[in-house]
């Protein structure tokens, strides 16, 4: 009996203890996270750094409209990279406070933002949801703009997209609670 005991609680402990296998995960995602950054701020530079040839003198109209639509294209590709850092990020600081422990540094601060603060796996993947919407949003902006425009069904199916890009957006839009609004313009007309 006191063998089982000891047994069922070294076995709980090992079992809880398991959980810091997730630090494998945490640790690949935030090292990704910092990768994805340095790319897509090295993509900045570079794109910055090139964008003075823009304004050369001997650059034709053509040239000029071919090299603004690949400054929007590489501009849409530094935001998916970004975005995409975001969620890797959003992804290790989640997984580490529900696994883990809770971030007190995150907690106590004044600026911390609601986003990383993670309470629940639903609230990880809302918040990954959100994000990865956006990315598909950008993703979709950078095919429509490289997009040619043939028949008038490449324009209507082109709107059919951006008609769809709203409908997601609104459905996963969350509405503010206007009760404390409400209550407050009853008091105030009193």
């Given at each position: 009996?006191?063998?089982?005991k000891?047994?069922?609680?070294?076995?709980?402990?090992?079992?809880?203890?398991s959980?810091?296998?997730v630090?494998?995960?945490v640790?690949?995602?935030?090292?990704?996270?910092l990768?994805?950054?340095?790319?897509a701020?090295?993509?900045?530079w570079?794109?910055?750094?090139h964008?003075?040839?823009y304004?050369?003198?001997?650059?034709?109209?053509?040239?000029?409209?071919?090299?603004?639509s690949t400054t929007?294209?590489?501009?849409?590709?530094i935001?998916?990279?970004?975005?995409?850092a975001?969620v890797?990020l959003?992804?290790?600081?989640?997984?580490y406070?529900?696994?883990?422990?809770?971030?007190?540094p995150?907690?106590?601060?004044?600026?911390?933002?609601?986003?990383?603060?993670?309470?629940s796996?639903?609230d990880?993947?809302s918040?990954?949801?959100?994000?990865?919407?956006?990315?598909?949003?950008?993703r979709?902006?950078?095919y429509?703009?490289?997009?040619?425009?043939k028949?008038?069904m490449d324009l209507?199916l082109?709107?059919g997209?951006?008609?769809l890009v709203?409908?997601a957006l609104f459905l996963?839009?969350?509405?503010?609670?206007?009760t404390a609004?409400?209550?407050?313009?009853?008091?105030?007309?009193?």
């Open positions: 009996m006191v063998f089982m000891k047994l069922e609680e070294w076995f709980e402990s090992a079992l809880w203890g959980r810091f296998v630090l494998f995960a640790i690949a995602s935030l090292a990704t996270a990768v994805m950054f340095f790319t701020t090295v993509d900045a570079f794109l910055v750094t964008l003075f040839d304004a050369s003198p001997d650059l034709t109209g053509e040239a000029r409209a071919s090299f603004r929007v294209t590489h501009v849409v590709e935001i998916d990279g970004y975005l995409l975001t890797l959003i992804f290790a600081l989640g997984l406070e529900l696994f883990i422990s809770r971030i007190e995150a907690e106590q601060s004044e600026t911390a933002s609601s986003v990383l603060i993670i309470r796996l639903d990880l993947k918040r990954l949801a959100k994000v990865i919407l956006m990315i598909l949003i950008v979709y902006f950078e429509a703009v490289s997009m040619d425009f028949t008038p209507l082109l709107a997209g951006i008609a709203g409908l996963t839009h969350e509405p503010k609670d206007h609004h409400d209550e407050k313009a009853e008091t105030g007309s009193k």
